[in-house]
């Protein structure tokens, strides 16, 4: 019944920025948080950072004073702002969601967009 789309990945140079978004689609359902994983080559997939309804937010720490998680409620929509883009951070980052629907808990992930970043 949910379904997320994000955008906004591409290449960028070290030191730039980028801006992706992930828009949570459906009828009937609310949203308890959303937020960033990514997923590196040989590696696990990792926190990036998560925003929830209340408010609270957390960010690894890798990642700290460089990028901002922010949302627009009125349209289910996540953001993540990434400044000073470094080669580590290339990855495929992915949305995710945790939302109710007719009482029950559901958790969504989006298709992956992919960060590359050259030095």
């Known amino acids: 019944q949910v379904q997320l789309v994000e955008s906004g990945g591409g290449l960028v140079q070290a030191g730039g920025s980028l801006r992706l978004s992930c828009a949570a689609s459906g009828s009937s359902f609310s949203v308890n948080f959303m937020g960033w994983y990514r997923q590196a080559p040989g590696k696990q997939r990792e926190l990036v950072t998560t925003f929830t309804r209340a408010g609270s937010t957390n960010y690894a720490g890798s990642v700290k004073g460089r990028f901002t998680i922010s949302r627009d409620d009125a349209k289910n929509t996540v953001y993540l702002q990434m400044n000073s883009l470094k080669p580590e951070d290339t990855a495929v980052y992915y949305c995710?969601?945790?939302?109710?629907?007719?009482?029950?808990?559901?958790?969504?992930w989006g298709q992956g967009t992919q960060v590359t970043v050259s030095s």
């Open positions: 995710y969601a945790e939302v109710v629907i007719m009482s029950r808990t559901y958790a969504y």
